[in-house]
């Protein structure tokens, strides 16, 4: 049988004091939240950040790499890895960009783009099971006050999330 901590913090449990703090709440529903979307990403071959960087691309249709992962909130490194593998399975194509050799920039092929309604649809399925227990208003008082506090403090992150830029910043035409 499963606790519900909510019952902890009323059963006034030796730990109570912990399970009531946001930062251990949050973490927590993370761990959750990460070990559903494994498991539904999984279910299309994808795990939970290359399906954020298909819906990213598929929104902004054609991003450089480094706005891309400033989007995500991702380091260079790690959005770099993140494109190769993409980019090896034939779902991303990097170009190396007309108007500056240095930037790369990145597209949906085909393929890619016929797994972002079943990645979307995994992204809705981990929301619901994340916020089952919660009413509609609760949902959307939650992620406002989700934004706001993330918003808050979004400038202190080591990887802080920058939205891209309107229009692609470069051409490209020649595959890297």
């Keep these: 049988m499963h606790t519900n901590i909510v019952n902890l913090l009323k059963d006034q449990s030796p730990l109570s004091d912990l399970y009531s703090r946001s930062g251990f709440l949050v973490r927590r529903a993370n761990q959750i939240l990460m070990g559903i979307a494994e498991q539904e990403c999984a279910k299309i071959g994808l795990t939970p950040p290359q399906h954020v960087c298909l819906s990213a691309l598929h929104r902004c249709d054609t991003l450089d790499q480094i706005s891309l992962g400033k ?30 050799s240095r930037c790369k920039l990145v597209t949906l092929t085909p393929a890619g783009k016929k797994l972002v309604a079943p990645a979307d649809a995994a992204a809705e399925q981990v929301s619901e099971r994340l916020l089952a227990a919660l009413t509609p ?11 706001k506090a993330i918003g808050a ?17 470069a051409r490209a035409d020649r595959v890297s």
Excluded: C, F, W, Y
């Design 137 to 147: 208003n609760e949902r959307k008082k939650l992620v406002s006050l989700l934004a």
């Design 71 to 100: 989007a995500l909130g991702m380091d260079r490194a790690t959005v770099g890895q993140m494109l190769r593998r993409l980019e090896s399975r034939g779902l991303v194509r990097r170009t190396i960009s007309t108007e500056d």
């Design 153 to 169: 403090l979004n400038d202190e992150s080591s990887t802080p999330v920058e939205p891209p830029p309107l229009q692609p910043r």
